[in-house]
């Protein structure tokens, strides 16, 4: 697997929601959907169920 980098941003969020890095490379090595993003970065997203009720885009 590629090694993803972490932003401030994107550590200081996943803190917020109570999502481990381990979610997040399960959403990157298995995307629902995957869209370009600035500075040729590329987006990849999957719904995520945290609470039995609620999805969430991550």
Do not use: C, W
């Amino acid at each position: 697997m590629k090694q993803l980098n972490y932003t401030a941003h994107a550590l200081g969020e996943m803190q917020r929601r109570g999502i481990s890095q381990e979610q997040v490379e399960a959403a990157y090595l298995q995307p629902e959907q995957i869209l370009p993003g600035r500075n040729q970065r590329m987006i990849y997203q999957s719904r995520m169920n945290f609470d039995g009720d609620n999805h969430y885009l991550l």
